[in-house]
T-cell receptor
Framework: KAGVTQTPRYLIKTRGQQVTLSCSPI?????VSWYQQTPGQGLQFLFEYFSETQRNKGNFPGRFSGRQFSNSRSEMNVSTLELGDSALYLC?????????????FGPGTRLTVL | GIQVEQSPPDLILQEGANSTLRCNFS?????LQWFHQNPWGQLINLFY???GTKQNGRLSATTVATERYSLLYISSSQTTDSGVYFCVVGAQKLVFGQGTRLTINP
């Protein structure tokens, strides 16, 4: 079974631009979550989708948004990029709705904002 | 929200040594996982262990939910064990500890 995939793996953008990151979960997994990892703040929860519905959202500004498609693939978008948005963005998938299940992470997208 | 504290923050050992990593959490949890993040950033799930003890090869973990802590044991360390170990609680919204950075020198 293929693991969680994320594209692109690396991205360089300039301030003010917008970016879209993609995550394909493990086949059969319906829950996809997104996390931001920075040296200063560690790993922080962005949002979680299940069956195309956002169920949970972290404490990030509205510039961060996401969606999930009917095939469970998910995208996250960051508009009006700021230098502080430079980070490793990780997505995770799991199979059960209730969360009593292991989370599987993708390799991440490393975003650099210049 | 729930707080997750890990100790020590950094650990440097020689190959073959044993180590114990600790995780304290501020509230009762139904879900607890240990992850290893390798130097390339990939997070690998080691254990799903909300309570009790599990073992997988040289690694084992114990969670005492009533006392709100979990321990990860690594025996006979290898250089490939280097990386950051995270204790993570929560279900749909994971809360990560700050991690323990483990360096195994040959």
């Amino acid at each position: 079974k293929a693991g969680v995939t994320q594209t692109p793996r690396y991205l360089i953008k300039t301030r003010g631009q917008q970016v879209t990151l993609s995550c394909s979960p493990i086949s059969g997994h319906r829950s996809v979550s997104w996390y931001q990892q920075t040296p200063g703040q560690g790993l922080q929860f962005l949002f979680e989708y299940f069956s195309e519905t956002q169920r949970n959202k972290g404490n990030f500004p509205g510039r961060f948004s996401g969606r999930q498609f009917s095939n469970s693939r998910s995208e996250m978008n960051v508009s009006t990029l700021e230098l502080g948005d430079s980070a490793l963005y990780l997505c995770a998938s799991s199979s059960l709705a209730g969360g009593t299940d292991t989370q599987y992470f993708g390799p991440g997208t490393r975003l650099t904002v210049l | 929200g729930i707080q997750v504290e890990q100790s020590p923050p950094d650990l440097i050992l020689q190959e073959g040594a044993n180590s114990t990593l600790r995780c304290n959490f501020s509230d009762s949890v139904n879900n607890l996982q240990w992850f290893h993040q390798n130097p390339w950033g990939q997070l690998i799930n080691l254990f799903y262990i909300p309570s009790g003890t599990k073992q997988n090869g040289r690694l084992s973990a114990t969670t005492v939910a009533t006392e709100r802590y979990s321990l990860l044991y690594i025996s006979s360390s290898q250089t490939t064990d280097s990386g950051v170990y995270f204790c993570v609680v929560g279900a749909q919204k994971l809360v990560f500890g700050q991690g323990t950075r483990l360096t195994i020198n040959p």
